[in-house]
């Protein structure tokens, strides 16, 4: 395999990876150490999060290639790029909060579903919360008129239940 045609392979893997990912984020590495790289990594794969570190000239033609060109102002000096598979919120707090306890990673811009943020943009992404927290949130607020209402009914049905109850009560005692 020629030089060349390697460069294409990985051009294609990087584009591949835009295609497929609900969110990316690119981040300057610059300051960690292999240790908390390699602790990030691990953080990341419990999360079907994909962390590597490529040249920016092959980022930029498989971003332009995908049509992310928003995000080739931000590839300057050294570059990493996390790729999240499921939960688009995910991948954004996971490297935020990585970013505040590491000063040396710094956010640079990112993509959800298909649209370029800049690096507060990924930051108010990362304030979302889970889908599956937002899942519980939308159900409890269908729920809650469900509730209600059953309560209401169940209240309608008490006040029949003591009402009787104290029928019986006043028969037995003139009785």
Known sequence: MSNQDAKKAIVSEIAEKFSKAQTAVLVDYRGLNVEEVTEFRAIARELNVDYKIYKNSMMRFAVKETGYEGLLENLVGPSAIAFGYDDPVATAKIITEFAKKHKAMEIKAGMVDGKVLDKQGVMALAELPSREVLIAQVLGGLNAPISGLVNVLQ?????????????????????
């Open 155 to 175: 209240g309608n049905i008490r006040g029949l239940v003591i009402a009787l109850n104290q029928i019986k009560e006043q028969k037995e005692a003139t009785a």
